[in-house]
């Protein structure tokens, strides 16, 4: 598939503009507190030329032969582009919880990390995070790192989609 930049992207997104459109695949996640799984996900990121993308990303749990079991994470956001590479991603996830991360974008890489994370009384306890996404091959790889529930920061998350 082709991928054309549109004309009106803001120049602070060029380092990310890779990540344009909605992405689809498969992902894994583990923790110590949880039972091992597997998950569909689609990832969207749209842009309107001003230095931001508006992030949606919906999961679902998958069995062994990948069809959908039930419902999974919702997020949505803001990745914002204050100057060339550097980002700020405010995110908020139908789980309770709200995220602040900062990073750095270059070479179809993005590497974030939380910066605050705020709940509601009744989302579960996550005190820091680490996202690394990767332009590999055409495909969007990435992989998520979580401090939560007395854990250390460990991996959580990984998956790879392809551009829809």
């Known amino acids: 598939m082709v991928f054309h930049l549109p004309d009106n992207l803001h120049p ?3 380092p990310i503009a890779w990540l344009l459109g909605t992405w689809r695949g498969n992902g894994h996640g583990d923790y110590p507190t949880i039972d091992k799984f597997q998950f569909g996900q689609e990832l969207i990121f749209t842009h309107d030329g001003r230095p931001f993308f508006h992030y949606m990303s919906r ?19 803001f990745m914002r582009c204050p100057e060339q590479g550097k980002i700020e991603f405010l995110l908020t996830h ?4 709200c995220e602040i991360w900062h990073g750095e974008a270059a070479d179809g890489k993005l590497e974030l990390t939380t910066d605050a994370v705020m709940r509601t009384e009744t989302a579960k306890e996550v005190v820091a995070g680490k996202r690394l996404y990767g332009n590999v091959n055409t495909e969007l790889m990435y992989a998520y790192d979580m401090a939560a529930v007395g854990q250390p920061l460990q991996p959580h ?8």
């Open 12 to 14: 602070n997104c060029g």
């Open 59 to 77: 999961a679902w749990i998958t069995d062994a032969e990948g069809k959908k079991v039930r419902e999974g994470a919702i997020e949505t956001g």
């Open 94 to 97: 139908n789980t309770g919880i």
């Open 157 to 164: 998350l990984w998956a790879r989609l392809q551009r829809a």
